[in-house]
């Protein structure tokens, strides 16, 4: 199968041909359809996180089964599915508590040291990064990192339930609870954050204050339920998010991973409000704020992983919430592209013009 290979950090993505096993255990072979392509993948590209290449990434997944493993329960082959980096072995204290994005054995989804790998090529092992490997014309995914959905969602907007909405709109409702009435401010409008601004509009925030450097992008996220925007080139963003809320606002959402805009989350909040930190860092990453401060002003910072979510749960809510109407993922799709334009779309998303671009040609 064609799949979009990373052999060297930073090397870029090599369109090669690859071998894929049989599915086994609780593996399940999907035909891919669409994979987004998140800016996190690009993050595991270039610096090492503890996956070594050569690997295949991609985790925004969604597809068709194509074949089942002798021990899969859920699924079934012609199941529409959407796959997540989030992996959870079902047992530990953390899942049977619900909370399965902190599994305590997420390994419990991968195949058995000594087993065969489920990607190759000539007889080497390649790694199915996050258990998912989407960018490639299959991806063997353990059962416990999919979830069926309705067959009415299209490919692509299906796709990004399975990272950029999860975690964005997941971030309001589930780790940061945020509730009717109160302001939030998102820093950095891409396929993640606008999510949050979504997800801020499900619930009723009273004021969404979406933050950026490019004004297409501001624009956007009025299409999602923003209420104001402000280009962070354009003079002080802290005083000017004051200035609209009268002191600072309840929730602040940094989805770029950046010391300085993780520093002004905290900065732009008002008495008691929290800043939840979303973009990842580079490896080592630190930011410094004014302890004391911290304290006097009964602020709270919340570090947030995958939106807190729950993939059997969220993702298939999220998807009614779509067909509904309620829910703009549609607009999230700034292009559909074939696998061998990874490298160029991957290039325009460093330049923060595009919200998701995703890979439907393969």
Known sequence: MRAAVVNAFGGGFDIEDIDIAEPIGREVLVDVKASGLCHSDLHFAVNDFG????????????????AVGPEVTEFTVGDHVVGSLVQFCGA??????????????PE????????????????EPILAAM????????????????????????????????????????AVLNAAGVRAGET??????GGVGLNVVSGARLVGAARIIGID????????????????GINAGEGDVVARVRELTGGGVDHAFEVIGR??????????????????LIGIHGAGGKIEFDANGLLREQKKVNGVYMGSSNIKRDIPFY???????????????????????????????????TARTVITRF
């Open 259 to 276: 010391k300085e805009t993780a520093e002004q989350a905290i900065a732009m909040l008002r008495v008691g409000g929290t800043a939840s």
């Open 184 to 189: 939030v401010a998102v820093i950095g409008l």
């Open 51 to 66: 996956m070594a290449p050569p690997m295949v990434l991609g985790h925004e997944v969604s597809g068709i089964v194509a």
């Open 213 to 228: 450097l490019n004004d297409e992008k501001l624009e956007l996220a009025r299409a999602f339920g923003a209420t104001d």
């Open 108 to 123: 419990a989804t991968l195949r058995a040291d000594g087993a065969a790998p489920r990607l190759s090529r000539r007889g």
């Open 131 to 170: 258990g998912t490997a989407g960018f490639a014309e299959q991806a063997l995914i353990h059962e416990n990192q999919l979830v069926r959905i309705d067959p009415a969602v299209p490919f692509p907007e299906a796709s990004v339930l399975g990272c950029g909405t999860i975690t964005g709109a997941g």
């Open 92 to 105: 530990c204290l953390e899942c049977l508590s619900g909370r399965t994005v902190s599994c305590l054995r």
């Open 319 to 353: 998807a009614s919430l779509f067909l509904q109407g309620r829910l703009n993922l549609s607009d999230l799709i700034a292009s559909e592209i074939a696998i061998d334009e990874i490298n160029e779309a991957y290039d325009a998303l460093g330049s923060g013009k």
